[in-house]
C-alpha cells in the first residue's frame, strides 16, 4: 500500500484495537451450502440458519443488479462481482460467523462468510475490487481489516476500482450525487458543536457545502474510542456513506469507522 491508504487504516486499526467491542470474537452460526447466488453480496442456502437460508455478506457492499426493481440501472461490474462470488462459494459449504445483529429487516442473515478452507469470502471479494466497506454501527467488526483489503484493491486500481463510477469524490462534486453511497475526501476547513450536534465542513459556506454531521448519540461511540471530531479541523479525510441533501449535500455518520483520516 502507499503511504497514504496504509496510514489511513493504521488510524482504525489502532482505534479498533483500543475499545471492547473489537475485541469480543465473532459468533458460530452454523454451516450449510450455497445453492444460489444473488448477486455480488448475497447468497441462498440449501438449509435455514436461524430460520432464514438468505443470507446478506455483512460490511461490503458489491455492484448492484436489478433484481425486479424497476427502471434500476445496473452498476458497473455486477455480472462480474456476481461471478466472482460463484466461484468463491457456489455448490460449497460455508461457515457463518455473526456479530452483533444477526438478521436484517428483510429477513437476511448478516453474516461473515468462510470456505471450508477457511477462507474470509468478504476479504477475497474486498482484495479482488469486487466490493467496498459497508459498515453498521450495529456490526463493526472486522472492519479495520476490510478497510485494509479495500484500500489495497484501490490503490492497485483492481475490479471497480478502476471504473470511474466507483471513484473516490472530491467534496466539491457531489452536488448531484445526493441519495447515493459514495467515498468523499477533502480537507476540514471548521469543525463545530451547535447544540446536539456536530458538524464538519469542508468550505466556509457551510449552508452550501459538502458537510458531515454527527449527532449526540453517534459523538458517544467517538468518545468512547477517545476521538474528538472537532479536532480534525485542518486534516484531510476520507468519508464514506448515503449523501443527502440539508442546506449542500450532506453525510450524517452512524459509526465513527466511516470516516478515516488521510495522510498526504
Excluded at 458460530?28 to 438468505?54: F, M, N, P, Q, W
Excluded at 463493526?140 to 486500481?157: F, K, N, S, T, V
Amino acid at each position: 500500500m502507499t503511504r497514504v491508504a496504509s496510514t489511513a487504516v493504521l488510524f482504525l486499526a489502532l482505534v479498533c484495537a483500543t475499545t471492547p467491542a473489537f475485541a469480543q470474537p465473532l459468533q458460530a452460526g452454523g454451516s450449510a451450502r450455497v445453492v444460489h447466488v444473488v448477486d455480488g453480496d448475497t447468497v441462498i442456502l440449501d438449509e435455514a440458519i436461524e430460520g432464514s437460508k438468505r443470507v446478506r455478506l455483512v460490511g461490503i457492499q458489491a455492484p448492484k443488479l436489478p433484481l425486479g426493481r424497476k427502471n434500476f440501472k445496473v452498476w458497473p461490474l455486477a455480472g462480474e462481482a456476481k461471478t466472482a462470488l460463484e466461484k468463491m462459494i457456489l455448490g460449497k459449504h460455508v461457515t457463518l460467523q455473526f456479530g452483533t445483529t444477526h438478521m436484517d429487516r428483510h429477513g437476511r442473515l448478516l453474516a461473515h462468510l468462510y470456505t471450508g478452507a477457511g477462507d474470509w469470502v468478504q476479504g477475497g471479494l474486498l482484495r479482488a475490487g469486487m466490493a467496498r466497506v459497508y459498515s453498521f454501527p450495529d456490526n463493526r467488526a472486522l472492519i479495520a481489516d476490510m478497510l485494509a483489503l479495500e484500500g489495497q484493491a484501490r490503490q492497485a486500481r483492481r475490479g471497480i476500482w478502476e471504473n470511474a463510477f466507483y471513484a473516490v469524490r472530491s467534496f466539491a462534486k457531489v452536488d448531484r450525487l445526493i441519495g447515493t453511497f459514495q467515498l468523499v475526501e477533502g480537507v476540514v476547513v471548521d469543525a463545530q458543536t451547535v447544540r446536539n450536534m456536530t458538524y464538519l465542513n469542508f468550505t466556509t459556506d457551510w449552508r452550501t457545502d459538502f458537510t458531515v454531521s454527527i449527532d449526540k448519540r453517534t459523538l458517544k461511540s467517538f468518545t468512547v474510542l477517545g476521538l474528538d471530531p472537532l479536532t480534525l479541523k485542518g486534516r484531510k479525510v476520507r468519508v464514506r456513506g448515503w449523501i443527502k441533501k440539508r442546506n449542500g449535500p450532506m453525510i450524517k455518520l452512524s459509526h465513527p469507522e466511516q470516516i478515516e483520516i488521510v495522510v498526504q
